[in-house]
């Protein structure tokens, strides 16, 4: 495939590389570093699907550039969410595809799975309360990650005590506490607990480098071409 990276942080260089060792073609990079080029260098002609990976800031602009180019595009940058119906509606306006996960690891992703299936059982059970923690490197620029939002968000569609989230220890019954730790070049470490007086149950993943993130990523481009709409990691690994 003709690929377009967009960001060439470590993730970006990561997926040059994995893409190169795969057979794919990087046709260009997008970054600060290289003002010279623009994602409207580019169309459906010259690239098959683009892969986002950059700044909160410049993640929504970005995503609504590719579309608006007509390029299919796999997003990965987290914090912007609150504006992502408005990417969803031009996916759907201009007949484009976006695939956007806020964790490429399929081993993050039958986490997810397995989180939401353990708090559709632990909510009929009383006398657990729930928290998440996560821990990721000091470089790390949102805060809690969009790992541990989708996890907590989970959560609250199955908690009918929990309403909302709080980013940092709270005794209120109807918040779910988020625990978010910077520390050294952890790569990401995500922990559901449930705790009672008697007992308590974790639900961990703990990532040892980002090649789970890239070859997810890197799927995800493969999976892409030919759709139209907005997908998941849910739809690519049928979960």
Same mark, same amino acid.
């Given at each position: 495939?003709?690929?377009?990276?967009?960001?060439?942080?470590?993730?970006?260089?990561?997926?040059?590389?994995?893409?190169?060792?795969?057979?794919?073609?990087?046709?260009?990079?997008?970054?600060?570093?290289?003002?010279?080029?623009?994602?409207?260098?580019?169309?459906?002609?010259?690239?098959?699907?683009?892969?986002?990976?950059?700044?909160?800031?410049?993640?929504?602009?970005?995503?609504?550039?590719?579309?608006?180019?007509?390029?299919?595009?796999?997003?990965?940058?987290?914090?912007?969410?609150?504006?992502?119906?408005?990417?969803?509606?031009?996916?759907?306006?201009?007949?484009?595809?976006?695939?956007?996960?806020?964790?490429?690891?399929?081993?993050?992703?039958?986490?997810?799975?397995?989180?939401?299936?353990?708090?559709?059982?632990?909510?009929?059970?009383?006398?657990?309360?729930?928290?998440?923690?996560?821990? *990721?490197?000091?470089?790390?620029? $949102?805060?809690?990650?969009?790992? !541990? +939002?989708? /996890? #907590? %968000?989970?959560?609250?569609?199955?908690?009918?005590?929990?309403?909302?989230?709080?980013?940092?220890?709270?005794?209120?019954?109807?918040?779910?506490?988020?625990?978010?730790?910077?520390?050294?070049?952890?790569?990401?470490?995500?922990?559901?607990?449930?705790?009672?007086?008697?007992?308590?149950?974790?639900?961990? *993943?703990?990532?040892?480098?980002? $090649?789970?993130?890239?070859?997810? !990523? +890197?799927? /995800? #481009? %493969?999976?892409?071409?030919?759709?139209?709409?907005?997908?998941?990691?849910?739809?690519?690994?049928?979960?």
């Amino acid at each position: 495939m003709k690929l377009l990276l967009i960001g060439y942080g470590k993730m970006g260089q990561a997926i040059e590389a994995q893409a190169i060792a795969r057979g794919h073609q990087i046709v260009g990079l997008v970054d600060p570093s290289r003002p010279e080029t623009r994602i409207t260098d580019f169309d459906a002609s010259s690239v098959d699907v683009a892969i986002e990976f950059t700044h909160p800031d410049a993640a929504f602009a970005n995503v609504m550039a590719c579309l608006n180019q007509g390029l299919p595009v796999v997003c990965g940058s987290t914090g912007w969410l609150h504006h992502f119906a408005e990417a969803k509606a031009l996916a759907q306006q201009t007949g484009g595809a976006l695939f956007y996960a806020s964790n490429y690891s399929v081993g993050v992703n039958l986490f997810f799975h397995f989180n939401e299936y353990i708090a559709a059982k632990m909510h009929q059970f009383g006398g657990y309360d729930v928290q998440v923690r996560e821990i *990721h490197h000091t470089q790390k620029v $949102d805060q809690p990650s969009g790992t !541990a +939002l989708t /996890a #907590a %968000e989970a959560i609250l569609r199955h908690f009918p005590t929990k309403n909302t989230w709080r980013n940092e220890p709270t005794q209120a019954p109807n918040e779910l506490a988020i625990l978010s730790e910077r520390t050294g070049q952890v790569v990401g470490t995500h922990i559901v607990t449930y705790s009672s007086e008697a007992d308590s149950i974790e639900l961990k *993943h703990e990532a040892h480098s980002r $090649d789970g993130f890239v070859q997810g !990523a +890197l799927l /995800a #481009a %493969e999976w892409l071409p030919g759709r139209r709409g907005v997908f998941g990691m849910k739809e690519l690994l049928g979960l």
